[in-house]
């Protein structure tokens, strides 16, 4: 067997393995979702857009997100897996202004906050206990 072949074959074999890991949700980041009670803080800013899109931090299913700008920062703010969001009729606007008490995050490289609490004018709204644990499940 010629060693050019061989090469092939084993490439090959190297690039359907790492396809069949992409496929069944294998991840190969350093991105940590854990909500840690320790370093939890309290931001106030601007909605400046929503998003849903699967992410750890709703277990892999479509979660919702808002992007909070502050004066000197941007955060990507994970709230609650989307369908628990349009359940519970909890709807954060662009151009709102919020407080959100939550553990900072990181997420494809950006820094955000997984909520626990988010303040708008005299409403406040509760995604999580103390621990970081859910609350509202649907």
Known sequence: MKPFSIFFGILAA???VVALLLVFGVRFTSDVM????????????????HDEFACPASDGELGSHILLKTADKSYEVHLAPARVMRSMKWKFNDGDKIEVRGAPVRFRGHDGLMARQITKGDEVFTFRDPQGQLLVRQ
């Open 34 to 49: 854990a909500y840690d009670p320790a370093k939890e803080t309290t931001i106030a800013g601007i909605v400046a857009q």
């Open 14 to 16: 190297v690039l359907v």
